[in-house]
């Protein structure tokens, strides 16, 4: 989906979770959390990976780094299948591909020093060859993220949630990666520290030349941030396209709603809100053909039974609908 040579390329990822079976129960009802995802990520690009809550985005981005083991599918790293890495290859992989979460209150340990937090990596990774050394890139990283080096021997409950999420920032970075899954790192903080922490990361992928897989539920960040942006639904990507493409001329029905929900700050300018009907579809037994079906104003009867695959409508978007592909 990209004519410049993948850093990343995600191939009919599956990812299922089976729930407890009951006394009664004949078969066991599995979550379909992640249902055949496909896309590329070029290097020094920031994906955006958008949806509503439940629809796999966050489950996506921990089988990329196998947080979570993915169920089927295939995920290839500079050339290297993920899946098939094991010990010392895996550990490899962790230098390269580190991760932010989203809450910074859960995310930090809160018996470690901020020393301890971010110079942790470092020592497993065996990137310090003395205390000194080790200290001295904490500190290093504390600068990079905007912190100060008196901040090393404090604790997390020290710090403000904007704080803290530039010491989870600090701790991706120590291992020097070449990709950072990004899991709404903004969405637990104040609008206005958002915009702080938006800005540090694109100057850090700018100097350390980064990549970006952007989770986020908020259109308007993803739309700031990211080089091309894809909708997922239900587990399913529906919509890939260069930002302003996507922004400017959605595609997708489903992108359409979502994007007539973003506030304009213009208040000259008026968008006509679509008010989707209906309840997201229960995961353990989506519907048959196009999962959107049940809600979209346009489904046709084949939505019903035949599965939509990415089509290139115009370069570089990329929609899965039987109508507008």
Request: charged share 20%; hydrophobic share 40%.
């Amino acid at each position: 989906m990209s004519h410049t040579a993948p850093l990343l390329s995600v191939t009919t990822l599956r990812k299922e979770f089976p729930l407890k079976a009951s006394v009664f129960a004949k078969d066991v009802p599995t979550v379909h959390a992640v249902d055949g995802v496909s896309f590329d990520i070029a290097p020094g690009e920031t994906l955006g990976l958008v949806g509503e809550s439940g629809c796999g985005k966050s489950t996506t981005g921990r089988c990329i780094l196998r947080l979570i083991e993915p169920t089927s599918g295939q995920i290839v790293f500079q050339g290297r299948d993920v899946t098939d890495l094991q010990g010392e290859d895996l550990r490899g992989l962790r230098r390269d591909m580190q991760i932010i979460f989203q809450d910074p209150f859960a995310s930090l340990n809160p018996r470690h020093t901020v020393r301890g937090i971010i110079g942790e990596a470092l020592v497993i990774h065996r990137l310090a060859a003395n205390r000194k050394e080790l200290d001295d890139r904490v500190v290093e990283l504390l600068e990079t993220v905007g912190l100060q080096s008196g901040h090393l021997h404090r604790f997390p409950h020290e710090f403000s949630g904007g704080q803290r999420q530039r010491i989870g920032i600090a701790r991706a970075l120590a291992v020097q990666p070449k990709m950072i899954v990004c899991d709404e790192p903004v969405s637990a903080l104040d609008v206005s520290i958002q915009a702080q922490v938006i800005n540090l990361l694109e100057d850090l992928q700018e100097k350390f030349g980064l990549t970006y897989l952007f989770i986020a539920h908020d259109l308007s960040v993803v739309e700031h941030i990211s080089d091309r942006v894809a909708v997922m639904y239900l587990g399913r990507v529906v919509e890939i396209a260069p930002s302003d493409s996507l922004y400017d001329n959605p595609r997708h029905p489903y992108t359409e709603a979502l994007l007539s929900a973003v506030p304009i700050p213009d208040p000259q300018v008026k968008r006509k809100r679509i008010v989707l009907q209906g309840e997201v579809p229960n995961p353990i037994n989506p519907p048959a053909g196009c999962h959107f079906h049940p809600r979209c104003p346009l489904a046709e009867a084949r939505c019903r039974s035949e599965v939509p695959q990415l089509r290139e409508s115009t370069p570089g978007h990329w929609t899965a609908c039987h109508v507008r592909s």
